[in-house]
């Protein structure tokens, strides 16, 4: 028997106007975001010279599209400004010297820094629930390393958990009560512009050897994979996809991220790495279905 759909849920709700789901933006930015793993690795340019034009061109594209907001900063804007660059920078160098697939599950351990970190700074209760996801995610994490792994794996591998820290630090600090009080997209702007002039050198030392190959992946990655997505992603929020379901359609990112670069690179990661990361994504997304109802019963 068919069900009805809920009339206040956000995919009815557009789907009765006759406009596009709201959910849809959010699968739409996930399934762009994916694509990143692959596009950093098409080219030969460093991690330096490719996170310039991406983050220059991403800056602009976010400014333009969320411009009504302003661009008023505080304090707390420059401390998320510097994560994000952070973190942007270290997940580049990571896709460089390991594989997608090391790169993108270990940076989506961030959720496990957040559970030990937020009772810490919000004075929040640690749920008994939070060690086992813990205990899961430290397990998964461990078999990254498990196996003949090349040196620049093993760093490649250290700077994907950095940045998966600083992605949890970010997270952590749209949460604080003053970034309420500015545009939030103020963070991911300054953010990419503080990244690309750190990385400005790097790119003028090596302009000469760009290709076009090498150009158009540069303005595919800042326009379209964090620019475009993040404004569909934010789009979709805005019009009433809860946070749960954003947060469970963001999987799809780090689970296709690894594929396309196996069928279009032919990178296959260890048989260690897959399982160390389906222990990870497997227990943050079962911690996130089991809160959520645990608070919709309360």
Not at 44 to 62: E, H, N
Not at 113 to 137: G, M, Q, S, T, W
Not at 247 to 260: A, R, T
């Amino acid at each position: 028997m068919k069900t009805q759909p809920n009339p206040k849920s956000p995919v009815a709700a557009g789907t009765k106007s006759g406009g596009v789901p709201p959910i849809l933006f959010v699968l739409a930015a996930a399934l762009i975001w994916s694509t990143g793993g692959l596009f950093i690795k098409a080219t030969p340019l460093d991690a330096f010279q490719l996170s310039f034009g991406r983050t220059l061109l991403a800056a602009v594209t976010v400014a333009i599209l969320t411009r009504r907001e302003g661009f008023r900063i505080n304090g707390l804007t420059v401390v998320s400004s510097v994560l994000y660059a952070a973190l942007l920078l270290l997940f580049v160098m990571a896709n460089k010297l390991t594989t997608a697939a090391n790169a993108i599950f270990l940076q989506y351990t961030a959720p496990v820094y957040i559970l030990i970190l937020e009772p810490l700074l919000f004075k929040e209760r640690f749920r008994r629930a939070d060690v086992f996801v813990v205990a899961a995610c430290l397990v998964g994490m461990s078999l990254f390393f498990v196996g003949q792994l090349r040196p620049q794996d093993f760093e490649g591998n250290l700077t994907a958990l950095a940045s998966g820290l600083c992605f949890a630090l970010f997270l952590l600090s749209l949460r604080h009560p003053r970034a309420s009080g500015v545009n939030r997209a103020a963070s991911v702007i300054y953010g990419n512009l503080l990244l690309s002039l750190v990385t400005l050198p790097a790119f003028v030392q090596g302009a000469g050897a760009l290709t076009l190959k090498d150009v158009a992946i540069v303005v595919y990655l800042g326009v379209v994979q964090v620019g475009l997505a993040y404004t569909l992603f934010t789009l979709g929020m805005a019009r009433g996809v809860r946070s749960l379901d954003a947060g469970v359609v963001g999987y799809i990112e780090p689970m296709l991220n690894p594929v396309w670069v196996f069928l279009f690179l032919g990178e296959r990661p260890s048989n260690w790495a897959v399982t160390g990361g389906c222990i990870i994504i497997a227990a943050v997304f079962l911690h996130t279905v089991v809160l959520a109802r645990r608070a919709k019963t309360t």
